[in-house]
Each structure stands twice: as C-alpha cells, then as structure tokens.
C-alpha cells in the first residue's frame, strides 16, 4: 500500500474521454426512445404584452401534427418563484423570444414548420429594454444573487475620498454576453403514469429533479433527471430551462415521449446569459498607496419576471483593506429576457473594474501595479473581520511576475513600438469564493474486488468525474482503475449542481467520507466482503455545519501582454500566464484545462463577446455565432496557467477551493491595462473592439 | 415538414431549363450559404437544382497570362492553386481569410460571388426587411448598423456584401462569365455584375431566373504589378470583413504610380471598387497627404450612420498604409 501512487495531483486523463471521441458518449438528445414524437416552441415577437389569439389551425392541418400548445391548453404548473419556469401558464409577455405556444408533430421538421405557420396576435405594449443610468425605475435590491446584501457601506466613504491625496473615479461597462455552450439545451421527457424521466443536459440533475418535482406537484423521488454527458454549461444549465420545462409539459399534455433541441439562434432567448453592467469605481489612497476609501457602485438589469440582481461588486468587499468603504447594486427590470449565472457571475464583471481602476490608481500613484495591490493585502476579510482559511495573493503576483519578467518593464504607457504595432503589458488580480454545499454519496466494495462509487455529480466536460474517481482511489488506498465511478444521475442521491466551483468541494467531500467509512467496516470485517458486496453512505450536511467561521477564497494573478495595430486598432493578446492559488488541485490536466479555458474565456470577453440588444426589437440581434463573437483558435497564442501548492486543512478533506471559475476572472483587467500600457489611453468598456481602440489612438 | 425537391443537374441546359420560370427553384452549388438561409425560413426554394457535377470545376491559366476559374471550383483549392498564389496573390488572400478551413473545402467560387448579406435583420424572418420581404422596412437603420455599409448604400437598404473573394477580383478586374437561360453565353464585367439596391434591394445582381454563372476571367495584372488583401475584422480569423481593403500597384522607376486599383470590402452592398480614389493617385506620388485626399474623394458621396461612422476613417487608413507598403515595392 505504501508504494501506491497518489491519484489525486496526477494528471489522470478523462476517464470518459474515448467515448467522447468515438461518439459513443451519449448526450441527452440522443437516447433512443420509442414512440417519441417532437415540440418546438413558438417565440414571442413582441418585447411586452399579451397575447390576444393564437391561432393553430393552419399548423393542426399540416401533416404529422398532433398538438399546439398554448396557455389556454397546456397542463397546469404550481406556482413558482422562477417566472421563467411557467412555461405556458400565461399568456403575458415579458420579453422577446419567450414560449407563447409550442408545436408537436411526429417529426422534428413537422414541428418547425408548423410552428411557423402558428399566428399569434397580440396586444402590444411600449416596451424598455436598454439599461441605462437614468431610468427612474432603477432601485437597490436587500439582497442580491447568492444572498450577499445589496448595499454595504462602512466608515464615511465621500469624506475619506475626498481627503485622500490621490484619487480615482471611473466609470466602467461590460455588455451583456451569452453562455453558449457547444451542446444546444436539449431535453427527452417521459411520463410514466405519475413517474417523469428527463434526459437532459443539465448540470445538476438531483436538483433539476426536486425543482421539476414541485413545479408538477409530484413528491421528490417521482422525477428521475438523466445527465451522463453535459457539453458544457457555463451556468445555463443548472437551473431547469424553459425548454426543459415545455418538453414535460408536452409529454404531459399529449401522452407522449417528447424531445426538445433548441437551435443556436433560440438559445439566445431561452437560455442564460450574463447582464450588462454599468460600474462606477472610485479609491481614495495616500501617497504610499494604502487605500483610504473604495467605493464600486454597479447598475445592472434584469427581467421583469424574476428579480435576479447579480453580485457584482461582491469581490471588491473582500480583495483590499482600506477602512471606509461602500459597494452598491442597483437593479432595473426591464423587458428582457432573465439574466442568471454565467462562469464566475459577479466576479467577473465586478473585477474587470475593480481591477482597471487599480491599475489607474497605480498610475496615478505612479507606483507599480504589483506593489500597489501588495500594500493594500488586507491581515483578515476586510467585510466580516474573519480570518482567510488561506490567502496567496500576494504570493501569486509574486511567482507570476517572475514567470512573466515584470522586473524589465517599464512601466511608461504608449512608447514601445514594433513596426505598426504598439506593445504592451498589464496584471490584474483574480478572487472566487469557496463555495461548498452538502452533498450525499455512496461507496461499494464488489464482491470481485472492485469498488463503485455514487454520486449525482454532473461532469459537464470539467473532468468532474475523472477527479472523483481519484480521490475514492486514494480514499480506498487502491489503484484509479480499480474504481467505478456512476455520476450525472439524480437517483444517487442528493447533490448540488456543478456551479459556483463547487463540485469536486462539495461531491469529493461526501465520496471522500464514504469512501473512509468503507475502510473502516472493510477493515473490522478484516477485508470480508459479503456476496452482495459492502455499501456505505455519507451526507456532509453536519460536517459543513461544524466547520469553523472562516473566510474562504480562492486568488489568482493574471499577466497578459499586448500589440496593438496602430493602423488598424486590432488588439492581439501575445500573450496570457496566470497563476493561481486554489488549494489542492486533483488533477493537473484537467485543471489546466479548466484554467485555461477560463482565461480563453476571459480574453473573450474583453475583447469580443458582446450580446448587442436592438432597441427597436427588443430582441438580441447578433444571435448567431457568426454574429455573437467567441474567441477563435487563432486569438489565442502563448497561454499558460500555473497554479501554487496550497495546502489548506480548513476547507474539505480533500483540500480543494475550486477551479473552473477564476480562471475568467481578471483576465478582462489585465488585457485593459495591457492596452492601456501599449497605446497610452484607457478603455474602460467591454468588448475592446477596434473601433474603440481608434477612437483614442493619436491621429 | 417543408417539403422540397432535389435534381443533380447533368449539363447545364437541364439545369437551367430546371430554374427558369420556376421562381421556387434554385441553383445549389456547396450549400454553405443557401442550406443556412433554407434553416432559416429566408430561402424557401421548392426545387433545388444541385450544380456541383457540372463540367465547370477547373482552373486554367492561359498563355496571356489570365485565368479562367470555374464558378465550381471549391475555394480551398483555388487559394492553394500555384498560379494563383505567384500571380494573383491578394486572391488567394481574401479566399484564406474568409470562413474557415471546412468552409472553404465546401464554398464554390460561383456560390461564394452569390452569397446573401450577413445582416442581422435580413436573416431573421420576423423582422422588417426590404431585402427579404420588399416594402416591410428596413430595421437597420434605427437598430444595429454598426457593421453594415457606408456607402452606396439606400434609405431602403444598408446591407453590404460579405465576399472577401469578390473583392479581390473587383480588384483585378475580373469578368464573369455566364450561361443564360436561353443558352446563350454572356460576359459581364464584375463592376457591372452587381446592382445597387436603391428602392430594389432585393435585387442584387443582373442575372436572371435560370442564369448560371460558369467562370470567373481574371485578365492578366498589369505587367511589374504588386498586389494585397488586407481584412481588418473584429476577431483574428472566422469573421467577416470590418473592413477589406484590395489594391494592385505598379510603380514608375521614380515612384509615381503608374497604375493604382483599389476595392474596398465591408463597406458597401457591393465589392466597392474605388475609382475616384484611383483617379485621385494615378500618376501621382503616393504622399500620405495625396492618398487621404483620395480616400476622402472615394468617400465624398458616403452615407454614414451613427454606428459605422468609423469605417471611413478605418478604410482611409487602411488604403493609406496598403498603397504606400505596394509602392514601396514591398508585398506587404
Ligand atoms: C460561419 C460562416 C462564416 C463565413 N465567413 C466568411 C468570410 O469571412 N468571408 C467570406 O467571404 N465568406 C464567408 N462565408 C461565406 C462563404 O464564403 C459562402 O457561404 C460560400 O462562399 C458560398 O458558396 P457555396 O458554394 O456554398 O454557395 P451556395 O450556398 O451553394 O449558394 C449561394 C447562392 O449562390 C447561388 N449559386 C451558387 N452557384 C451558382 C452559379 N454557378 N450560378 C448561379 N447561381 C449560383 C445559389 O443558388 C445560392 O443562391 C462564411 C460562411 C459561414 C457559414
């Protein structure tokens, strides 16, 4: 046993990754069901109102149709605290997009065309659908996403401003931007008398199964949520969808299996994105750069029908000491469809201007970035007073300025040229909360020798699954490939969703506890197993209750260098290393390709994605991928993500932050300042587009 | 179900007399475009008339130094065609910086010359557009423009043309080469090919129902020519143009430009090719004051809105740093 290699560090390929390559992993839309026929929803055209007629004649006389649904003949729902859910119980309209009626037919195409053949008439209101500082409505929510408070304001902020030698006050954007994994959200619904199974792509399925539970009003264990391959998520998948929720209701309503696919262009309605943000940064420091005040008041938007307020300005609460400070949120709920979670939701918009606005006050301070934010390392969470479990950030910013030769910059903005281009480098800080939710799991000793472990994870292509396997492989001290490993199925038991960068704490810790209680009853029956095998079970829900008040976080530092066409204004990211801090890391392939795909994702977004919202229409506009940017291949040249090793006992047994979020935030900043450093000006709203750029290159 | 029927052509007066007087029917070349705009409920062809096994997949160069491209001719292997590359190189860039590699292993040079805008508005069927549904309105113009045209462009449309291929042959004057529907041959200058949308947007090119474009003539470059294809886009591959510049330059011993063409991509509903900024630079020195002014010619008669403003100044500079790179001998 003493020679057994650890799993957990190594970097253990995915355990499903054959299948993937040769098709053989199934995905939700592709389980084949007999007797299955197809709903496609119809969209709203209109941005608020409500529908007057819906006229389904013509789409009832086209071949293989066999329903129209509407809210006049849909199956009932119980009510809701998520609007988004009550899929044709209303015939109000909120946004543009949203489900009025759906189409089943015999066959997919039957269905889409009968859908378009559905008339619907409405009665149409003015409607509002761009966020902007002057809109009357706006008002401060108590509380915000994950149920941090809206408002927190400590010490006399504008005094302190006002005093302070050095000062900054900018005001920042970033746009509002669509999840858009690579597999569209795709659902099979089957009703078994009172018994519903879903086939879904989801990134919780236990919890999709209690919500679809209560929303048909049938008790937890009567819907079975089916998730064993999830391409990708990005946050758009762990809540249940509209379109989820109107392929049950059509089975529902028409004693039939039924499938629902969106296509590219119907995600951008349906499915999550992350809200625009209108941030206003200001820091009062002294001349040796402590911060005296920090005040990040931000406006974003939401739906009309749920009021999600996300919590951008979360993270400037915990990253610096400076004794007065003040974070707002302010919400307006406009005509649009409901924003939600998206990779690193307050995070990533909230640090974007943070983390400019630090680089502006270095300039101001003339003091270099890195020492800036190193004076300001506050000794505990500057909001709740309590100690860090673990705080690295300084040791990041460290080993990353090494890795990256910060020691040779000069920090001048606008005077290094190559040709037609102007080069330039920037740093910014990364954060993202240890978040941990009970969860259920279940170890088995087989009578051949092998080992199964349960949990109803979701592996949404992070790995999850690899990474569990081999923390029971070090649990039960045996060899990874004498492990099975069953995940992605509600029926193992309660678990959270993979989100908020969650799942390996929060699954590894209750396979983790099982795994030991089958040592130990292995060990008093001195290794006998029955010929049914040996099966424990463990809960986390009082081990997370007794953990000790602390302040949890995972850091980062992100480095990226620049050139900028002067010609043109093109940006090209040369390059991007980043450095993290986030415990222990269970699998180093996996996790690099977590980090990585985060930073990708972050260059992203500050200098492509942008969900452009027609004013006329009410309707996002660029709703395609050829319209709606994501980084290209070819935007992405020298990336390495490097993490520290972090050993912190007051997390989980296994030692684990998480990783698949902070990755993206950061990244935005560093790029800004980057460009800022080569050209001279700063640019202060996402996405840095050409356009922008030329407009402050000198003529 | 829609239901449609597929013929493959075998010559191309079946095909033709399959398309003529059938305003349903269509021509199929790699579908990259027209199967997308079918998904879409924008192209709603009853019949689709598959060309791909029509003799017209060659690319032969002639002794005069021109060539002849067959409108089959995928666009992969038009960009990796030796002759292509040595003699007309800013073609085989603007094939290489369009679509991507499955794309372009697909694209025909006949359907990639005919394919539709990428406007937003144009490719969504529940909104007002004159191009798609004459008289409805066009949505862009009080919506989102910022990548639509600058010039040319009508109160009823401000659509532009997505080819970065066809620009480059505006540039080297290329002539299309078509087989009428009554089966006659006819030649047509690319400049004359396409039509401006004034109060007919839905009108793009001269051909009629059942026309079938069979080649592509690119005359030989003029004789000491240098040539590029410059895309400025939002992303650094798999975007369309922001704007394209294409210029072909020959240059006296003592600099002056003997001959200058430019076409400007991105900016216009058609492949825009710049004459009054030609006339401006012909024979003169390429100071960068002179190619402002010509840029500033070109765009005289531009039609900005507030979105798109930018491209004028963008194209500007791109015309400048192009012809003074050509000029200075270099292939930038
Ligand atoms: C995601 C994406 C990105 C793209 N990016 C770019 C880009 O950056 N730059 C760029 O230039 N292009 C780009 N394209 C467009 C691409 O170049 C065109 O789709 C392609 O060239 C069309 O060629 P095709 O043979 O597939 O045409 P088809 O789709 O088969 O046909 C297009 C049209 O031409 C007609 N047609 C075809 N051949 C003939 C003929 N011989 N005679 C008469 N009529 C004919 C058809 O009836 C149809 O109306 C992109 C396309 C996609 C999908």
Redesign the interface.
């Known amino acids: 046993m003493t020679m057994l290699e650890r799993a957990v560090g190594a970097a253990v390929a995915r355990i499903e990754g054959r299948d993937k390559v040769t098709g053989a992993a199934r995905y939700a839309y592709e389980y084949p069901v007999p007797d299955v026929v197809y709903a496609w929803p119809v969209q709203s055209?209109i941005a608020r109102g409500r529908v007057r007629v819906i006229d389904g004649d013509a789409a009832l006389s086209?071949?293989?149709v066999i329903a129209v649904l509407d809210s006049g003949n849909a199956p009932r729902l119980q009510p809701t605290d998520d609007a988004e859910m009550a899929v044709l119980q209303s015939g109000d309209v909120a946004y543009r997009g949203q489900i009025v009626a759906a189409v089943v037919a015999g066959?997919l195409?039957?269905a889409r065309?009968a859908a378009?053949a559905v008339r619907v008439d409405y009665d149409e209101d003015a409607h509002d659908v761009m966020l902007r500082t002057d809109d009357p409505q706006i008002f401060a929510p108590e509380t915000v996403n994950a149920g941090f408070p809206g408002v927190l304001d400590v010490g006399d902020v504008e005094r302190a401003l006002a005093a302070a030698p050095v000062a900054i006050d900018a005001t920042y954007s970033t746009p509002a931007e669509h999840t858009s994994p690579m597999e569209p959200h795709a659902t099979i619904a089957i009703w078994d008398g009172d018994a519903l199974t879903v086939y879904n792509g989801d990134q919780g399925p236990w919890m999709t199964s209690m919500a679809l539970a209560a929303l048909f009003g049938l008790p937890g264990g009567a819907v079975s949520v089916i998730a064993d391959h999830v391409g990708g998520g990005f946050g758009s998948k762990a809540l249940p969808r509209p379109p989820t929720v109107l392929a049950a209701l059509a089975a529902r309503a028409v004693g039939r299996p039924v499938k629902v696919a969106l296509?590219r262009?119907q995600m951008f309605s349906l499915v999550t994105y992350r809200t625009p943000t209108i941030q206003r940064v200001r820091l009062g420091a002294g001349r040796d750069g402590r911060l005296a005040a920090i005040s990040h008041d931000s406006l974003q938007q939401s739906s009309t029908l749920v009021e999600f307020c996300e919590q951008t300005v979360t993270p400037t609460r915990i990253m610096y000491a400076a004794p007065n400070r003040r974070t707002t949120h302010r919400l307006a709920q406009l005509d649009v469809p409901t924003p939600g979670w998206m990779r690193a939701p307050g995070e990533m918009p909230g640090m974007f201007a943070l983390e400019s606005a630090m680089d502006e006050l270095a300039y101001a301070l003339r003091m270099d970035p890195i020492e800036v934010r190193v004076v300001n390392e506050p000794s505990a969470d500057p909001e709740s007073g309590l100690p860090f479990s673990s705080r690295n950030l300084v040791a990041c910013l460290r080993e990353g300025a090494a890795r990256f030769g910060w020691a040779e910059r000069d920090p001048t903005p606008g005077v290094r040229r190559d040709g037609?281009w102007l080069i330039g480098s920037g740093v910014a800080a990364s954060t993202y909360p240890v978040y941990t939710m009970a969860s259920t799991a279940v170890a088995r000793a087989e009578p051949g020798g092998g080992f199964t472990v349960r949990v109803a994870a979701a592996d949404i292509g992070t790995g999850a699954r690899t990474a569990l396997a081999q923390i029971a492989a070090d649990e039960l001290r045996v060899p990874l490939e004498r492990v099975g490993i069953e995940v992605g199925r509600s029926g193992l038991g309660s678990a959270p969703f993979a989100g908020g960068s969650m799942g390996t704490s929060s699954w590894g810790w209750a396979v983790s506890k099982a795994c030991r209680a089958l040592v130990k009853e292995l060990a008093e029956r001195s290794g006998a197993i029955p010929s049914d095998g040996l099966e424990t079970q463990a809960d986390t829900t009082e081990d997370l209750q007794n953990r000790k008040q602390l302040s949890r976080h995972a850091f980062g530092a992100q480095f990226a260098e620049v050139r900028v066409d002067a010609?043109?204004?093109?940006v090209?990211v040369d390059r991007l290393l980043g450095v993290f801090a986030a415990g222990r890391i269970v699998n180093a392939r996996t996790a690099r390709s977590q980090l990585l795909g985060g930073m990708i994702m972050g260059l992203s977004t500050a200098?492509?994605e942008n969900l452009?919202m027609?004013?006329?229409?009410g309707?996002f506009?660029?709703?395609?991928l050829?319209?709606y940017?994501i980084?290209?291949?070819?935007?992405v040249r020298r990336i390495e993500a490097h993490w520290i090793d972090e050993h912190d006992d007051e997390l989980n047994p296994v030692g684990t932050k998480g990783i698949g979020e902070i990755g993206i935030v950061g990244t935005a900043a560093a790029i800004a300042n980057a460009v800022h450093h080569a050209t001279g000006s700063r640019q202060r709203h996402l996405p840095i587009?050409?356009?922008r750029v030329?407009?402050t290159l000198p003529r | 179900?829609?239901p449609f029927s597929y013929e493959r052509a075998t010559d191309s007066g079946a095909a033709a007399t399959a398309v003529k007087d059938h305003p349903e029917a269509m021509f199929l070349a790699g579908g990259t475009n027209l199967v997308d705009l079918m998904?879409?409920?924008v192209a709603r062809p009853a019949t689709l008339v598959d060309i791909t096994r029509l003799p017209y997949d060659r690319i032969e160069h002639r002794a005069d130094g021109s060539v002849l491209i067959g409108a089959l001719v995928r666009n992969s292997e038009l960009s990796g065609d030796p002759g292509v590359r040595e003699r007309f190189p800013a073609l085989a860039e603007a094939l290489l910086s369009g679509a991507s590699g499955q794309l372009r292993a697909i694209a025909t040079t006949g359907g990639n010359l005919l394919q539709r805008t990428?406007c937003?508005?144009f490719?969504?069927v529940?909104?007002p557009c004159n191009k798609r549904t004459p008289g409805t309105g066009c949505?862009a113009i009080?919506?989102?423009h910022?990548d639509l045209g600058v010039i040319g462009t009508s109160d009823a449309c401000v659509a532009t043309h997505p080819s970065d291929m066809a620009v480059a042959m505006a540039v080297l004057d290329a002539i299309v080469h078509v087989r009428l529907a009554d089966g006659a041959d006819r030649t047509v200058p690319l400049s004359e090919f396409y039509l401006l949308p004034g109060d007919t947007p839905h009108r793009e090119t001269v051909l009629a129902s059942g026309d079938l474009v069979t080649r592509v003539e690119l005359p030989a470059p003029p004789a000491g020519a240098v040539m590029r294809y410059w895309k400025?886009?939002?992303?650094?591959?798999?975007?369309?143009a922001?704007v394209s510049v294409a210029a072909v330059v020959a240059t006296t011993a003592d600099g002056t430009l003997r001959e200058v063409r430019l076409a400007l991509g991105g900016v216009a509903p058609v492949p825009w090719r710049a004459r009054q900024a030609e006339q401006v630079l012909t024979g003169r020195h390429p100071t960068p004051e002179l190619l402002r002014a010509a840029a500033q010619a070109e765009f005289a008669a531009a039609r900005p809105l507030p979105q798109n403003a930018?491209k004028i100044?963008?194209a500007t500079?791109?015309i400048t740093?192009t012809v003074r790179h050509l000029a200075g001998g270099r292939q930038a």
């Open positions: 055209t086209q071949p293989d066959t195409e039957a065309e378009a296509t262009q037609r010609d043109s204004g093109q090209r200098l492509y452009e027609d004013p006329q229409s309707d506009a660029n709703h395609d050829a319209g940017h980084a290209s291949n070819s935007d587009t050409l356009d030329r407009a | 179900m829609r998904k879409l409920g990428r937003p508005y490719q969504d529940t909104k949505s009080g919506g989102l910022r400025v886009r939002d992303r650094w591959s798999y975007a369309f922001v930018f100044d963008l500079d791109m740093t």
